[in-house]
């Protein structure tokens, strides 16, 4: 723990965070349509997405996993919202993954019961760019008919097991997809496959 | 005193001095969440130029559950809530300073974190305490001692005659 790397945090803490949390329920309403969230902080090396998302979503009932913190972020979203920490992907109420091919399968994550679906972990993924990638083909709630995206960085058993967590549903692990000051939602209830080529 | 435990909790959280550097730092830190607005902002001008003052935590107010203890047991009980502010700022690159006082006085609150940080620069320390903690501390201990006095003197002590048969 570095105090000296401690970065300031939101602006203006109640405006910044309920336009945060406006445009979270806006982007996993519309899965597959990008939202801005709003530009990086100060000193914190996270995407402004990714910063503003743990400042406004995380408090000191939600345990967070960091899945790499080589730039000692953790103290800092301890400072400013008290938010414990999770050393366990199953503990997790949100966890940070910033290095997708390391990452853990999603099953590892909490994945609620069927009487407290909500209890399941949100995962917050960092991606290089929402473009560029496989195409995937959104089907479900919040989408009509169907919306293809091309996220880069995330390997196809990654979709193979987002299939399986739609097919969990009402469990499963919800996901927001963050690229620099953009997010995308991708909750448990849509359905992914791969695109046709056409 | 209702204010040492968020005071303490931030140290914790906060700081990375070794243990026999920061032994005075709950003391001053006591000083100055007593101290008036105008005592610290008297104090300002005297520091000269200063480094670039970074808020980390804007001032907020709260609240906070006070405790008390009642009884020759000593058991807690919840006294009330009382409205304290908080904030923490770093002067330039240096170490983060950190305040936490009664009421609700936001500018009186980012001074004291100010002069947190700075007393435990080691350049600006030993000015900062013989000038500005010190007196305070005086003040303050005055201030207490003669509010202790007026409610002695109005003390009542009250005797029991031993009864029935000795």
């Known amino acids: 723990m570095n105090q000296r790397h401690l970065a300031g945090g939101l602006a203006d803490g109640v405006h910044d965070s309920q336009n945060t949390f406006r445009a979270l329920l806006d982007a996993m309403a519309r899965p597959g349509q990008a939202r801005r969230l709003g530009p990086a902080l100060p000193g914190v090396a996270l995407g402004g997405a990714m910063a503003r998302l743990l400042l406004s979503l995380a408090d000191d009932e939600t345990a967070v996993w960091w899945q790499h913190d080589g730039a000692g972020l953790a103290p800092w979203l301890r400072f400013h919202t008290g938010a414990p920490l999770a050393d366990q992907p199953q503990a997790a109420a949100f966890a940070v993954v910033t290095d997708l091919s390391q990452m853990p399968c999603l099953a590892d994550f909490a994945q609620g019961s069927p009487a407290s679906p909500e209890q399941s972990t949100t995962l917050m993924l960092e991606l290089p760019a929402f473009e560029g990638g496989v195409p995937q083909a959104w089907r479900g709630p919040g989408i009509e008919n169907v919306t293809v995206v091309n996220l880069a960085g995330l390997s196809d058993e990654f979709w193979r097991q987002c299939q399986v967590n739609q097919v969990g549903f009402p469990q499963g692990v919800d996901m927001v997809l963050t690229c620099g000051e953009w997010a995308i939602g991708l909750p448990r209830s849509t359905q992914v496959q791969p695109a046709l080529e056409r | 005193m209702p204010s040492n435990l968020p005071i303490d909790l931030d140290i914790c959280m906060?700081?990375?001095?070794?243990?026999?550097?920061?032994?005075?730092?709950?003391?001053?830190?006591?000083?100055?969440?007593?101290?008036?607005?105008?005592?610290?902002?008297?104090?300002?001008?005297?520091?000269?130029?200063?480094?670039?003052?970074?808020?980390?935590?804007?001032?907020?107010?709260?609240?906070?559950?006070?405790?008390?203890?009642?009884?020759?047991?000593?058991?807690?009980?919840?006294?009330?809530?009382?409205?304290?502010?908080?904030?923490?700022?770093?002067?330039?690159?240096?170490?983060?300073?950190?305040?936490?006082?009664?009421?609700?006085?936001?500018?009186?609150?980012?001074?004291?974190?100010?002069?947190?940080?700075?007393?435990?620069?080691?350049?600006?320390?030993?000015?900062?305490?013989?000038?500005?903690?010190?007196?305070?501390?005086?003040?303050?201990?005055?201030?207490?001692?003669?509010?202790?006095?007026q409610a002695a003197d109005s003390r009542v002590e009250f005797f029991t005659l031993v009864r029935g048969e000795s």
């Open chain 2, 14 to 149: 906060t700081t990375e001095l070794p243990v026999q550097k920061q032994a005075s730092r709950p003391a001053w830190l006591a000083v100055l969440a007593r101290a008036s607005q105008e005592d610290l902002a008297a104090c300002l001008p005297t520091l000269g130029p200063l480094p670039e003052v970074h808020t980390i935590r804007p001032p907020e107010v709260g609240m906070m559950m006070v405790r008390g203890r009642i009884g020759g047991t000593g058991n807690p009980f919840n006294l009330g809530e009382a409205s304290v502010v908080r904030c923490a700022v770093r002067v330039g690159e240096g170490p983060l300073g950190v305040s936490c006082a009664l009421g609700r006085d936001k500018p009186r609150a980012k001074l004291a974190a100010l002069f947190d940080a700075l007393l435990q620069d080691p350049q600006q320390h030993d000015h900062l305490q013989q000038t500005l903690i010190e007196p305070l501390a005086q003040a303050q201990r005055q201030q207490r001692h003669s509010r202790q006095q």
